[in-house]
């Protein structure tokens, strides 16, 4: 007798391009609805600060970079200043994000060339921005979407995941997962899709089990029945604004899990030094 996955599996075996992307399109719907404040979670006010934060954003929480920030900026509030810190006086500031001695060296050094190549100014384009040291293509499309409102997908571990679980892609590297999701989206979708997907990844849709039982996409997902399928389990484990009144876990408590989780909430690039930062 075959499993519910497996079933759900069989479901969608044999959909077509266009029916994938009127599922896609009808999941992205959902996911607009069930989350209305979708929005980058790392706290900014300029492109600047969006761009260091991502870039501190590798390897940690996004809840951790924000505890550092404002400090941070308020010691080197744009480009200029910070080009010019001490090393160790950043080092402390950012301590508690984790693999601060070379998070502190990338962020001086992008500094530095933000200032000698774009007169301190973020370049609002994927081309400039990924010459930048510790900016690769997921950076750039986080600021460029989120500072400049220039549409782009974050491929991050949350996003990579569910497409392949929603049947979007089949691939693992970054570059394909892109390609194969911008296909099936209008262009202007892009930043908020990220978003949405990103929310969906942290509260229901866990890299080690996701809540399928309480999933508002449950219909449309070709991987249905890979996690908890009982209702009332399953709603024990959403997390953040929609864990159980009775049972939230404090937000320190949420971010630890996630930050040490071997998936979530993790950058999808493994191994000992940061690289490039997430959403
Ligand atoms: S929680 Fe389950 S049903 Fe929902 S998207 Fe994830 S795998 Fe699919």
């Given at each position: 007798?075959?499993?519910?996955?497996?079933?759900?599996?069989?479901?969608?075996?044999?959909e077509?391009?266009?029916?994938?992307?009127?599922r896609?399109?009808?999941?992205?719907?959902?996911?607009?609805e069930?989350?209305?404040?979708?929005?980058?979670?790392?706290?900014?006010?300029?492109?600047f600060q969006?761009?260091?934060?991502?870039?501190?954003?590798?390897?940690?929480?996004?809840?951790?970079?924000?505890?550092?920030?404002?400090?941070?900026?308020?010691?080197?509030?744009?480009?200029?200043?910070?080009?010019h810190?001490?090393i160790?006086?950043v080092?402390?500031?950012?301590?508690?994000t984790?693999?601060?001695?070379s998070?502190a060296?990338?962020?001086?050094?992008?500094?530095?060339?933000?200032?000698?190549?774009f007169g301190?100014?973020?370049?609002a384009?994927?081309?400039?921005?990924?010459?930048?040291?510790?900016?690769?293509?997921?950076?750039?499309?986080?600021v460029?979407?989120?500072?400049?409102?220039i549409?782009?997908?974050?491929?991050?571990?949350?996003?990579g995941?569910?497409?392949?679980?929603?049947?979007f892609?089949?691939?693992?590297?970054?570059?394909?997962?892109?390609?194969?999701?911008?296909?099936?989206?209008?262009?202007?979708?892009?930043?908020?899709?990220?978003?949405?997907?990103?929310?969906?990844?942290?509260?229901?849709?866990?890299s080690?089990r996701?809540?399928?039982?309480?999933?508002p996409?449950?219909?449309?997902?070709?991987?249905?029945?890979?996690?908890?399928?009982?209702?009332v389990?399953?709603?024990?484990?959403?997390?953040?604004?929609?864990?159980?009144?009775?049972?939230?876990e404090?937000?320190?408590?949420?971010?630890k899990?996630?930050?040490?989780?071997?998936?979530?909430?993790?950058?999808?690039?493994?191994?000992?030094?940061?690289?490039e930062?997430?959403a």
């Amino acid at each position: 007798m075959l499993s519910v996955a497996e079933k759900s599996a069989r479901r969608f075996a044999k959909e077509t391009p266009l029916g994938r992307t009127r599922r896609a399109r009808k999941i992205h719907r959902i996911l607009a609805e069930v989350y209305p404040n979708a929005r980058c979670e790392l706290d900014f006010e300029t492109p600047f600060q969006l761009l260091v934060a991502t870039v501190l954003s590798a390897q940690t929480t996004d809840i951790r970079v924000n505890s550092v920030t404002p400090g941070l900026f308020a010691a080197f509030p744009d480009a200029e200043s910070l080009a010019h810190a001490r090393i160790e006086d950043v080092e402390q500031l950012i301590r508690s994000t984790g693999f601060y001695r070379s998070k502190a060296k990338n962020i001086v050094r992008l500094a530095g060339e933000l200032v000698e190549r774009f007169g301190g100014e973020v370049p609002a384009s994927q081309k400039d921005l990924v010459s930048l040291p510790g900016t690769g293509v997921k950076t750039a499309n986080v600021v460029l979407g989120n500072a400049f409102d220039i549409p782009g997908l974050t491929v991050d571990t949350h996003l990579g995941r569910l497409s392949r679980r929603m049947g979007f892609t089949t691939h693992e590297d970054p570059a394909k997962v892109e390609a194969d999701v911008v296909a099936l989206f209008p262009k202007k979708d892009l930043t908020l899709l990220s978003h949405r997907m990103i929310f969906h990844g942290r509260r229901i849709c866990h890299s080690r089990r996701p809540a399928c039982g309480a999933c508002p996409i449950a219909k449309l997902c070709p991987s249905f029945g890979i996690g908890e399928l009982d209702p009332v389990k399953a709603e024990k484990m959403l997390r953040f604004e929609m864990a159980p009144k009775a049972e939230v876990e404090p937000e320190a408590a949420a971010s630890k899990a996630e930050a040490t989780a071997p998936e979530a909430g993790r950058t999808s690039q493994p191994g000992p030094a940061p690289r490039e930062g997430r959403a």
